[in-house]
């Protein structure tokens, strides 16, 4: 049986991801959103909580001959996290290889979504990093090990759906993680969304100039 669709599209979920950080006394002062599809949620959140939202982008390390499957993820900055029990069944020289691309392409488009915009400055800062919902997590992952080196405050993952066993090990990355549905069944993100349509870079970037 598909799951009941929860929420409307993303910036709905957005809208329910800020109503959660207030009800758990989440105080924020900057929002990061994973692109393309955490930024229609990062917009509702930043509006809601009255702060600033910039991006944190990391890239998928795909397996050979499966690139959905990660065996790790690449920060824009060059911080890595490694899928280790992944990893023991395919070269290490690949992941060298596919680490330095993927590095180069999430620098790239961290570049392009800001333009002429500055990163915003995170040190001392409580942080709130949103994206549409996790599967194996493989970015978040990436993004919050990038952001262990900020020097910010407190680092929250805000996120509308995600499989339990993700959910748990995301915890042990961040401060606190706020997932509003942890589905035992989970068959993937797009199914707990009425409207989940992709989000062009055009789109996505228009969250940004909206700051």
């Known amino acids: 049986m598909p799951p009941t669709r929860r929420f409307a599209d993303r910036t709905a979920a957005g809208q329910r991801l800020a109503e959660a950080f207030e009800e758990r006394g989440i105080a924020v002062d900057v929002v990061l ?4 599809g ?10 809601a909580v009255d702060a600033p939202l910039d991006v944190v982008v990391a890239k998928k390390i795909g397996a050979p001959g499966n690139p959905e499957f990660a065996i790790g993820a ?10 280790e029990d992944a990893l023991r069944r395919h070269d290490e020289a690949y992941f060298e290889r596919e680490r330095e691309q993927m590095a180069e392409e999430a620098r790239e488009k961290a570049e392009r979504y800001r333009g002429d915009r500055p990163p915003l400055k995170l040190a001392g800062k409580r942080v709130a990093v ?10 978040a992952k990436a993004c919050l090990r990038m952001l262990a080196e900020s020097d910010a405050e407190r680092v929250v ?6 499989p339990p066993d993700t959910v748990r090990e995301l915890e042990g990355m961040a401060d606190e993680v706020v997932c509003l549905e942890t589905p035992a069944q989970f068959g993937g993100v797009g199914a707990f969304y009425a409207d989940f349509g992709q989000v062009s870079d055009e789109e996505a970037i228009s969250y940004l100039d909206s700051s």
Do not use: F, H
Request: net charge negative; charged share 20%.
């Open 33 to 36: 959103a994973i692109p393309r």
């Open 38 to 47: 955490g930024l229609p949620l990062g917009r509702a959140v930043a509006d």
């Open 74 to 83: 690449v920060g824009s900055d060059g911080t890595v996290w490694r899928n």
């Open 130 to 139: 949103v994206d549409d919902g996790v599967a194996t997590g493989s970015t």
């Open 157 to 162: 993952l805000g996120i509308p759906v995600g």
